[in-house]
């Protein structure tokens, strides 16, 4: 009983982090510091801090710059510990992981901080080691830091014409707007899936059992994807759609944002032009 309960607990979990993670449009309408740029210069803003970012040799600044995003994502009445779960989950632990071969002698010589055996195997932790996982791990989190700051405060439907702008390639473009509409159904049918498992099987009996009710959903699910994909087009193409995402909204820029983009260009220019940082 308390695995069937861990198990369904864990799909609806996953499900509604996925939702309120991709979907949600909630920030995006608030009045915030972020919300009230115009989406070219936040573009072009979060874009030249990346590449300071990319640039950048001392931690110290990555640092910084990290510490201006959480600025940032509070101007933007973001919530923090909701932009923090949405920041250190996936992408910064998955580099953690990465990095953690570097910590040996192996692959980074150096002056020895901590000496250990396993199974047999000495391992030694150097500094040189430790400085560049920890240098590895700040830059990729203050990266996805600045990028999702960027999808919360931005409707993803004025991001998408935002990238037209800037000549992104149309197929591009269209290929993300499509995902981004096709993960809500994906979860729905996820969902609605395991719903009618258990109202019509409870449990299952045996692993070979339920191997098979797993691949012939997998089965079911990758068709209905496919029919589904060609009829979703068939309409858009009927109705006129050519490719382009169109919104009523109209891009207004202000003095603030060529105020922010002129301090990130100056960034930039100090960290790869002086290199002073």
């Given at each position: 009983?308390?695995?069937?309960?861990?198990?369904?607990?864990?799909?609806?979990?996953?499900?509604?982090?996925?939702?309120?993670?991709?979907?949600?449009?909630?920030?995006?309408?608030?009045?915030?510091?972020?919300?009230?740029?115009?989406?070219?210069?936040?573009?072009?803003?979060?874009?030249?801090?990346?590449?300071?970012?990319?640039?950048?040799?001392?931690?110290?600044?990555?640092?910084?710059?990290?510490?201006?995003?959480?600025?940032?994502?509070?101007?933007?009445?973001?919530?923090?510990?909701?932009?923090?779960?949405?920041?250190?989950?996936?992408?910064?632990?998955?580099?953690?992981?990465?990095?953690?071969?570097?910590?040996?002698?192996?692959?980074?010589?150096?002056?020895?901080?901590?000496?250990?055996?396993?199974?047999?195997?000495?391992?030694?932790?150097?500094?040189?080691?430790?400085?560049?996982?920890?240098?590895?791990?700040?830059?990729?989190?203050?990266?996805?830091?600045?990028c999702v700051l960027l999808a919360l405060t931005t409707r993803h439907y004025v991001l998408l014409k935002a990238l037209r702008i800037f000549r992104v390639p149309q197929v591009f473009v269209m290929t993300l707007g499509m995902c981004y509409r096709y993960i809500y159904l994906f979860i729905e049918v996820v969902q609605n899936t395991y719903l009618a498992i258990?109202?019509?099987?409870?449990?299952?009996?045996?692993?070979?059992?339920?191997?098979?009710?797993?691949?012939?959903?997998?089965?079911?699910?990758?068709?209905?994807?496919?029919?589904?994909?060609?009829?979703?087009?068939?309409?858009?193409?009927?109705?006129?759609?050519?490719?382009?995402?169109?919104?009523?909204?109209?891009?207004?820029?202000?003095?603030?944002?060529?105020?922010?983009?002129?301090?990130?260009?100056?960034?930039?220019?100090?960290?790869?032009?002086?290199?002073?940082?």
């Amino acid at each position: 009983m308390s695995k069937r309960r861990f198990i369904r607990s864990s799909i609806l979990a996953v499900c509604s982090f996925i939702r309120e993670s991709v979907l949600s449009d909630a920030y995006a309408a608030k009045k915030g510091l972020l919300q009230a740029r115009d989406a070219r210069f936040k573009l072009l803003i979060i874009f030249t801090l990346l590449l300071a970012v990319l640039f950048s040799k001392n931690i110290i600044f990555i640092l910084s710059i990290y510490g201006l995003c959480l600025l940032f994502a509070l101007a933007s009445s973001i919530n923090i510990a909701f932009f923090l779960k949405r920041t250190w989950i996936f992408m910064p632990l998955f580099s953690l992981f990465i990095a953690l071969p570097a910590l040996f002698d192996i692959f980074s010589p150096g002056q020895p901080l901590v000496s250990f055996r396993i199974f047999g195997l000495s391992l030694i932790i150097t500094r040189q080691g430790l400085m560049s996982a920890i240098f590895f791990f700040v830059r990729v989190l203050t990266s996805v830091s600045l990028c999702v700051l960027l999808a919360l405060t931005t409707r993803h439907y004025v991001l998408l014409k935002a990238l037209r702008i800037f000549r992104v390639p149309q197929v591009f473009v269209m290929t993300l707007g499509m995902c981004y509409r096709y993960i809500y159904l994906f979860i729905e049918v996820v969902q609605n899936t395991y719903l009618a498992i258990r109202s019509r099987v409870e449990f299952v009996s045996s692993l070979k059992h339920g191997q098979g009710i797993v691949a012939g959903n997998i089965a079911s699910l990758w068709q209905r994807s496919y029919v589904l994909q060609n009829q979703v087009y068939s309409a858009m193409l009927s109705r006129g759609y050519m490719a382009e995402p169109k919104t009523m909204d109209e891009f207004h820029m202000s003095i603030k944002d060529w105020i922010f983009l002129a301090m990130a260009i100056l960034i930039l220019v100090l960290v790869y032009g002086k290199n002073i940082i």
